[in-house]
């Protein structure tokens, strides 16, 4: 009886020390995702110059669902590589917004270190949003938050952000 106790009890204790952790990783990309609106306003003004803005703007008529808008902004920092001595720019915050017949969708995918992946991701339209943060490539750390109805799948999350990080590496970098 005090085995079956003492095990219960560890569990417990295990899942409060995940939880706190947990708080704490959602905590630093929050502050993260603070820094980085601030630095994507300064891009938008030309203030610093290791900051830059893309924005990438695209109209069309769908067959079915009318006329389509979709704006893309790469807000992004110019590093140095250490390796090369070339500077490269590498984005830290991509915002999507765009509509699907009469619905609007307003999406943000944000990277702390855009060589490890996506940190943050917000989707909204209408009542629903969608967020996702991530902390950890293991597949251990990450963490949910879904008002409403859940509008884009996880991992579809991921491989959009993956999609958008390349398109952006080709048109800046000229990786190809």
Partial sequence: ?????????????CLTTVGQNQQAEVAKIRKAYATAKADAEKAQKGTDPVLGHME?????IEPGTGPQK????????????QVTGMYRYK????????????????????FIDSDEGL?????????????YYYWSWNGAGSHKVVKGAPMLDEVFALRLASDLGEAF????NRDY
């Fill in 169 to 172: 590496a080709r048109l800046m």
């Fill in 70 to 81: 979709e704006t893309l902004q790469y807000y992004f920092r110019r590093v140095e590589d």
């Fill in 1 to 13: 009886m005090r085995t079956i106790s003492t095990i219960v009890l560890l569990f417990l204790l």
């Fill in 91 to 110: 984005p830290f915050l991509i915002t999507r917004k765009y509509n699907i017949a009469a619905q609007d969708f307003y999406e943000e995918f944000l």
């Fill in 56 to 60: 990438i703007s695209s109209r069309h």
């Fill in 119 to 131: 940190n943050f991701f917000f989707q909204k339209s209408g009542d629903n949003e969608t967020r």
